[in-house]
């Protein structure tokens, strides 16, 4: 009888410890610390008053809000959020732009929940309800000396479970990637996205090859209850949405030099050794040279293939300097897609390059090889 007893203050504990869990991070969103000062910006972070405050290296992604009638700049740090008011939405973003924080420099970082808000209810429900009636048979058929073990048992899977359904969703200058809890990551490129819509709180990413990925925000903006606990997560799917339609409304440019550059149907090495000839010192007749500046051009444009980025990247790397190295690292730091990253930080750290290049993979044919 006591195990039994035993197997309910499991479950009361479990829940005891979501309830202050919520407590706590309700009361951490409404106790904010202000302080009036002279703020200035620029690459190596946030200065208050002369004094370097935060750290750009510290910051992955920072966004314009609107609160009431006030314009706020959050710069997201993992529980050490700040917020800089600002006279109106243009001073934020050139806050950001002095920080390299915007959306051509930048990953945005969106908490949000998968599948639709309807949705979601449906499955915590059929979750709920087969714990609440199940578990009590489970126990009953396991004994006394198990009861515990069981009742702890459905608790961790329900937990795993809940934190399955958050959505990590990073968007950057050439996509969006999106991260879920025991889920394998995936990675949209903006051309194969076809539109982006927010109804209430869903968040629809429709596809070009007919398919869609559905998210949404757990509150309204104003909610009491789960506005506080959620804070501002309304309006960050808001300016997720306006990123990603901004990113796939970049349509592809057929440049020459990019479709040179790609990989193709080549083998890594025959593009390793092809991407040799797009230099001056490897130059001829069939082959003309390709300029740093257009080469630049191919790295920093998030509508090229990545592939032809990486190619430009690589083409340049026998003439980077310390400077063109860390303006290389500010492209990668700017991509969502995480195969492109590493290739691109392959290239301005001097590493090994087959092994990321071998990884790295276009849209077209990612579509070829489903």
Not at 114 to 124: C, I, P
Not at 236 to 246: K, P, S, T, W
């Amino acid at each position: 009888m006591l195990i039994q007893f035993g197997a309910l203050a499991v479950v009361v504990g479990a829940l005891g410890y979501f309830a202050a869990m919520f407590a706590a991070v309700n009361a951490w969103n409404r106790l904010w610390r202000e302080q009036r000062s002279a703020i200035t910006a620029n690459e190596k972070g946030l200065f208050v008053d002369g004094r370097l405050f935060v750290r750009r290296s510290q910051l992955r992604h920072g966004h314009v809000l609107r609160r009431g009638d006030k314009t706020f700049v959050r710069l997201g740090r993992t529980y050490r959020l700040v917020e800089v008011e600002v006279a109106n939405e243009e001073a934020g973003h050139a806050l950001l732009r002095a920080m390299r924080l915007d959306s051509a420099h930048s990953v945005g970082d969106y908490g949000l929940m998968h599948g639709t808000y309807a949705s979601s209810w449906r499955r915590s429900g059929l979750v709920g309800g087969f714990a609440a009636l199940v578990l009590p048979f489970l126990v009953y058929l396991a004994g006394p000396m198990f009861g515990v073990v069981v009742a702890l048992a459905a608790v961790v899977s329900i937990v795993m479970w809940a934190f399955s359904e958050k959505a990590n969703v990073y968007v950057g200058a050439d996509g969006v990637h999106i991260r879920r809890f025991l889920v394998r990551p995936r990675f949209v490129a903006f051309e194969d996205i076809a539109s982006v819509k927010k109804d209430d709180r869903n968040v629809t990413i429709l596809l070009r090859d007919g398919g869609k990925i559905e998210m949404h925000q757990p509150a309204r903006p104003g909610a009491k209850v789960w506005g506080a606990f959620f804070a501002d997560r309304a309006d960050e799917a808001r300016l997720m949405v306006e990123r990603i339609a901004e990113g796939a409304a970049r349509a592809p440019e057929g440049i020459t030099a990019a479709a040179r550059l790609a990989r193709g149907t080549r083998t890594t090495r025959e593009w390793l050794r092809d991407l040799g000839r797009a230099t001056d010192e490897h130059a001829s007749f069939r082959d003309a040279a390709l300029p740093d500046e257009q080469l630049w051009r191919v790295v920093e444009d998030p509508s090229a293939a990545p592939t032809a980025r990486a190619g430009a990247a690589v083409a340049l790397r026998g003439r980077l300097d310390d400077h063109s190295k860390a303006r290389l690292r500010v492209v990668a730091d700017a991509c969502a897609g995480p195969k492109l990253r590493v290739a691109l930080e392959a290239v301005a750290g001097d590493l090994a390059l087959e092994e990321s290049l071998e990884a790295l993979e276009d849209p077209s044919e990612r579509r070829l090889t489903r």
